[in-house]
């Protein structure tokens, strides 16, 4: 007889203050995401939609209860849920949604916050973005024969720590989730990894190491320090990091530890971590292949460091695959090669005006080599623009938009900065025509929100003109309308 298994579906809330793994997953027994919705709405309306989520869900997944505070009657389709959603819930930076998942980044109150509603149909169709997601307790320890022929590579590009490759076979990965500050504090933690060791001689091939370190991330350096001549592995080396004063700073350089490790060792004993760091709460677990620290940050917080090598890799590819992508994307379905500091988006378009080999300025979406020109252009608004003419691959004019935010007939600008050369003019009427047609293209009809103001951004009066007309009521913010 077949055995049919109830659809289900999954609130994962990511959160610093959610416990050692930084996240909550809560398992529900409804169908799909708007099932969920639609069963609940009404008993989540009639009450205090705050503490009966609470309840439901065992945490309070910030600003979801907004969602069903207003009055209205409860979404038909996933589109009307987008368009709930993206309207109600409060300081969202991002909400992507499709036929299976709203996925939210919000600016929490003491630093971002992210949620996913999934379906585990979702789930099921992508498993290399959602295991490590729906994933709830640590890593486990086993590592067997590989599940595939085929050696594990990871979905980024990871950030090798030596010049070049060891001789030894195997390849350590390290992925740190780590909160250094309010803003970007989900997500952009790159992968990086030590090819020719497995994790049985991490430490050892830490230690000897004869490369720089200044592009290590502090916490790498740390351990780096702290394994003892003659220890192999890294378990001892990560007992005495949860001794380790501080890993973040409020200003200033980015503190660098000592280079021997008993001037390391001596540190430890005379700058002890600070009382809130209650270092009898970390979790070390190692096994032969995985090693993983939940390390206690202070008050309520965890940060989470994982180590593994090829072999568990190779035994695990879904879950390893998912870490790495959980590390830099706040959004495990992200897909785009956004810029680094473009948030996970399904609506976020950034354009830019750039020079090209001819000379000649052409208009288009932004790629991630555009980056490093994207800020020099940031940094210009505010240095003075060495001197020369534009060379190719300069970029002259970015703007970056959210499209269908917060309904489906308007949009929202992200960003917004034209040269302050003699081609500003220029470059903001050609950024606007080529805006201009896509958004036409879209069903876009007007954009709302800030709008950049001609005193702050040379040459927007212009690039908003080219664009459509601006209505300025002066009750209510500006609107512009798209012709």
Known sequence: MAIFRRATMYVIYRSWNQGMLGKSVRHLAEPTVLDWVRNVWSVASAQDAYDWLTR??????????????????????????????RTRLPDVYQCNVDEHSVRVLANGLDYEVAYYLVDDVAIAADPERWSFAVHNGPLPENAGPPSSTTAFTG??????????????????????????????????DPTHALPGVRLP?????????????DEWPLELEVLRVLVAPGEDGIEAALERCNRWPEYTWISGEEPRPPRSHIAALRLLETDPPKPERHRERTVIQVGE???????????????QWFFFDDQWAGTHPDLATSLIWFAYHWDPLCSR????????????????????????TQVREAQPHDEPRVWDLRRWSYEKRPSGDVTAGEVLGTVEIQFQQPSPDTCEF???????????????????????QDLQDAGITRITGWLPEDYLYPHSRRFLRTLGRIHEPSDRPSILFIQ
């Open 56 to 85: 439901e869900l065992g945490t309070n997944v910030y600003g979801l209860d907004r969602l069903f505070s207003e009055e209205g009657s409860a979404p038909e389709t996933m589109q009307e849920l987008r368009t709930l959603a």
């Open 155 to 188: 979905p980024i590009q990871v950030t090798d720590l030596a010049d070049h490759p060891l001789t030894g076979e195997g390849i350590v990965y390290a992925v740190l989730l780590t909160c250094k500050a309010k803003h970007n504090s989900i997500g952009w």
């Open 201 to 213: 001689q991490f430490g050892a091939a830490l230690r000897d190491l004869d490369t720089s370190t």
């Open 289 to 303: 292949h995985v090693a993983q620290m939940f390390i206690h940050d202070g008050y309520d917080t965890f940060e």
């Open 337 to 360: 090669r956004h810029m680094y500091h473009t948030p996970c988006s399904d609506n976020r378009v950034r354009y830019v005006a750039v020079v090209g080999d001819d000379g000649q």
């Open 414 to 436: 992200t960003h917004f900065q034209i040269t302050r050369t003699r081609h500003g003019q220029a470059v903001a009427a050609m950024l606007a025509r080529h805006v201009r």
